[in-house]
């Protein structure tokens, strides 16, 4: 799979990884095309103007071998637990306001109907 990226000064990001070679610092702010094995993304290989440039390595994973596949699921993994926390707070919050309903006086029916049939009106001058 490729797809254009920019090369900046400390490299081409990718993936949310910064990968680098030598070669790159004579192209910075060029367009170039990456393509990658999507089994083994310590290495990505790039092409600017559809001719071989060099191979680029992410330093952070150069040691280890991570897939894409890895990658989505871990951060799938992540995903999922932060929904998770999000569904924590509401119900957390849903239940402090089922208190505070259930502490607060009854309301006649003249009171409620008047707080509910409020409206607001926005005043506008001729020259807004």
Do not use: W
């Not at 890895?70 to 402090?96: F, S, T, V």
């Amino acid at each position: 799979m490729d797809r254009p990226r920019q090369v900046q000064r400390d490299g081409i990001r990718f993936q949310g990884l910064r990968c680098i070679a030598p070669t790159l610092a004579g192209f910075v702010g060029e367009a170039v095309t990456v393509r990658y094995d999507p089994r083994d993304l310590a290495e990505i290989r790039v092409y600017h103007q559809e001719q071989f440039l060099c191979r680029a390595i992410c330093q952070d994973i150069a040691q280890l071998q991570v897939s894409l596949k890895e990658i989505q699921k871990a951060r799938r993994g992540i995903k999922k637990g932060l929904c998770q926390e999000i569904k924590k707070a509401r119900q957390l919050i849903k239940n402090i306001e089922m208190e505070r309903h259930s502490k607060l006086p009854p309301q006649t029916a003249k009171e409620s109907k008047s707080t509910s049939e409020k409206t607001i009106i926005l005043k506008r001058y001729e020259k807004d």
